[in-house]
């Protein structure tokens, strides 16, 4: 667009070639859904908050940060994908929608002399459309340090006063597989600075807060259920290694959850550097970023992601923060109805007669799939169930690449007519072609 700058809730933002961020989305911001009285997320938050006693809570942080925020206060590598424009909302080349929580870790440990601290926020990313995806969507950080300079005022090692916080925490009996080494050389390397002993105990009390959480949250979810069978399901749960730029080790919580390995948060031991950066340099600890909305899909058993944004009284209704959770009763499934639309990229540089490599999100020609998303968004809005790739293939003599995308439409309030699916979906043909350049086949 030719706009120079864009307004957000009163505060004004040059834009430049970066822009990519449609006002659809940037009409999300108000409804901090997190915050809304009786919201099944709100709800969620506070169940998880009355987990952590004694941790400052954060619920109002501005989601518009800028890269150094985002990215780089967090050791992000300046070609992580995680920057480019398919991925990440952009005002300018120096301004984002925040993509996660963990954007306010260092402002965090530079402002807040508390041990522990709780940011709630909604989150943005460029991503897929179906059932669990939505390019907006709510995430928890935590975050407890020990300050060294106490440990020793009290005449103990750092390991010790943090063993001795870690009997602190609620014991449960739910069984918990974590079969690989806290540490491992290569995989998941101990930072330097860091002694072993240290970094086992610090290890220890965030694996025991989150699995505290996930126990709270299975025990509410049972309780919510009427149904005999569902309630008598075993929660399991693993964790297992995993890579951040900003905490190493790091590890995720996996729940296995009817029939599937959900994956429900990342953690780790912060990196030093973050701490030294904020002026906490006597400080060590760990971090998680957990999804709201994954949580609150198990504990009320909610089908779709899209629900968290309806303002129908059928929906709202069912939640309150008064009241112990009961299940989510969806109020009615309106017919879905499919429709394909096939397209022959620009031709793509690459030389022609060559293997069709695998398929992939980003395919050659500048194209992206997550494009093809957000074209589906802005014409169809919360519409669109899933939108996903069912053919792809190169021409063997032009070297010409066609792809199939399959949209799934349907309201999750009403019946769409025919000629409302028929029009959406001419609309979307033409903005593939307008914004992307293809050639409908
Ligand atoms: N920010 C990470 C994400 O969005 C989650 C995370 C937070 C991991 C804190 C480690 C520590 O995936």
Not at 422 to 433: M, W
Request: aromatic residues 10%; contains cysteine; glycine residues 6%.
């Amino acid at each position: 667009s030719s706009q120079k700058e864009v307004t957000v809730e009163g505060k004004k933002y040059p834009t430049d070639s970066w822009m990519n961020t449609p006002s659809t989305i940037l009409s999300a911001i108000p409804r901090r859904l997190h915050t809304q009285p009786d919201h099944p997320l709100t709800i969620t938050r506070q169940l998880i908050e009355s987990r952590f006693p004694g941790y400052r809570t954060h619920n109002n942080l501005f989601p518009i940060v800028t890269t150094h925020q985002n990215f780089d206060s967090l050791g992000f590598p300046q070609d992580h994908v995680g920057r480019s424009k398919t991925d990440t909302y952009y005002l300018n080349a120096n301004t984002v929608l925040r993509t996660h929580t963990s954007a306010h870790q260092a402002d965090t440990f530079r402002k807040d002399e508390a041990d522990g601290f709780l940011i709630s926020a909604d989150v943005y990313r460029r991503d897929a459309i179906d059932r669990s995806h939505y390019p907006v969507f709510h995430q928890m950080e935590g975050a407890r340090t020990w300050d060294r300079r106490l440990a020793e005022k009290q005449g103990k090692t750092l390991a010790q006063l943090i063993w001795d916080d870690v009997e602190r925490i609620p014991k449960h009996s739910v069984e918990v597989s974590d079969p690989n080494p806290t540490i491992h050389p290569e995989r998941n390397p101990l930072q330097d600075g860091h002694a072993a002993d240290e970094t086992e105990a610090i290890a220890a009390h965030l694996k025991r807060s989150l699995e505290d959480v996930v126990v709270a949250i299975f025990n509410a979810a049972k309780s919510a259920t009427a149904d005999a069978a569902a309630s008598e399901e075993l929660l399991k749960i693993r964790w297992v290694e995993a890579y951040f730029p900003f905490t190493s080790p790091s590890w995720e919580l996996e729940v296995f959850w009817q029939g599937d390995w959900l994956e429900v948060l990342g953690s780790g031991i912060v990196q030093q550097s973050i701490l030294n950066n904020a002026g906490v340099p006597h400080r060590v600890g760990w971090a998680f970023g957990l999804g709201l909305e994954r949580i609150a899909m198990l504990l009320y058993g909610i089908p779709d992601i899209r629900l968290f944004w309806s303002t129908d009284a059928r929906f709202l209704g069912q939640f309150s923060a008064s009241a112990a959770p009961k299940r989510f009763v969806p109020f009615s499934k309106y017919p879905a109805c499919f429709k394909d639309v096939s397209f022959w990229l620009r031709s793509s540089s690459s030389a022609a007669g060559g293997a069709s490599p695998p398929l992939t999100a980003s395919t050659g020609a500048g194209f992206h799939e997550n494009d093809v998303m957000e074209i589906a968004r802005e014409v169809c809005g919360d519409v669109a169930e899933d939108v996903r790739l069912t053919d792809e293939f190169v021409h063997p003599k032009t070297g010409r690449r066609s792809m199939c995308y399959r949209v799934n439409y349907r309201h999750l309030e009403r019946t769409l007519t025919n000629d409302e699916t028929n029009d959406l979906h001419e609309r979307f043909r033409r903005e593939l072609v307008d914004k992307l350049g293809v050639e409908l086949r």
